[in-house]
């Protein structure tokens, strides 16, 4: 709804105005929750102050559709934010060239069918290609800045299958990393290239062979848990370009499977688990089919 403003005041009055006998709690409401843009800008206050003349459109926010199927698993969905479960072989957004769709296309076009093209998926943070689990899009830019500014706040758990048990079972692994051409290094000295990353890890069990260990990030480099878990001799199952055996090839076993993040709007403490496969916890001895 487009409304063009006749008085001075503020954007409250002014709704007030093109909602004659809404209350001011529903007004509120629609400030926070509606796309309430004042000349194309939004607006979020209720003293926001407004011109004569100038123009006010209200949009409400449309809920996802329950009759489009996604091509992926949802976890959770609202107006502002979808949280997804990325298989592995997906790159999230934009990364380098594949025949495969990214997983952003996947959720951008779902978003857009389930909203008949009201709104759209916009990347918040990214896992590797080689890993699976949760991942978050926003359903706008104004959200995805709002979760960006925030991510270094929010707990990030994964688990990993190792080929060893590390030693001690609990701990903080704290490094410089450095990027090389298409792989990431444990760098001794600091250098224009080098960042500090921090992987927390707890030992859980002992699966057969392998074992199962819980990592936290406190920092998000590229190939982080992947590169920290092998430089404590403790390689994740199937990634041999950080350590662990070649004798098969197979998935990795790294995935994304919590997730304690606040809402960009309401303020609530959202968490978000999964729970990995007896396949990704119990990998057989042989050469795995997998993309």
């Not at 409401?29 to 003349?53: H, S």
């Not at 997906?90 to 990214?102: D, V, Y």
């Not at 699976?132 to 899009?137: E, N």
Request: with cysteine; net charge positive; charged share 30%.
């Amino acid at each position: 709804m487009k409304h063009l403003a006749k008085r001075d005041g503020t954007i409250l009055e002014i709704l007030g105005d093109a909602y004659a006998g809404t209350s001011t709690t529903k007004l509120r409401k629609m400030l926070k929750f509606a796309n309430v843009t004042l000349d194309g800008e939004q607006v979020r206050m209720a003293d926001t102050p407004v011109k004569t003349g100038q123009l006010v459109n209200i949009e409400k926010q449309e809920k996802p559709s329950l009759n489009v199927k996604a091509p992926f698993r949802v976890i959770w969905q609202d107006q502002y934010i979808i949280v997804c479960d990325k298989p592995v072989g997906l790159i999230t957004a934009g990364e380098g060239i594949t025949r495969r769709p990214t997983m952003h296309k996947l959720v951008d076009d779902y978003v857009k069918d389930a909203t008949k093209g009201a709104q759209s998926a916009f990347p918040v943070h990214r896992l590797d290609k080689e890993v699976s689990g949760l991942v978050v899009f926003a359903k706008s830019e104004e959200i995805q800045e709002k979760l960006k500014a925030n991510w270094h706040q929010f707990s990030k758990k994964y688990i990993a299958i190792t080929e060893k048990e590390p030693n001690p079972k609990k701990g903080t692994i704290s490094t410089l990393l450095e990027e090389r051409g298409l792989k990431m290094f444990v760098a001794s000295t600091p250098g224009p290239n080098t960042k500090e990353a921090i992987t927390y890890y707890t030992y859980k069990e002992r699966i057969g062979r392998y074992h199962m260990v819980e990592v936290e990030l406190a920092t998000g480099k590229k190939n982080q848990i992947r590169v920290h878990l092998g430089h404590i001799g403790c390689p994740i199952v199937g990634d041999y370009k950080y350590g662990a055996s070649n004798a098969f090839k197979r998935q990795i076993r790294l995935m994304a499977t919590q997730l304690y993040i606040k809402h960009p709007i309401t303020g609530k403490d959202l968490a978000f688990k999964i729970e990995p496969s007896t396949i990704f916890t119990h990998p057989k001895e042989k050469s795995e089919d997998y993309r």
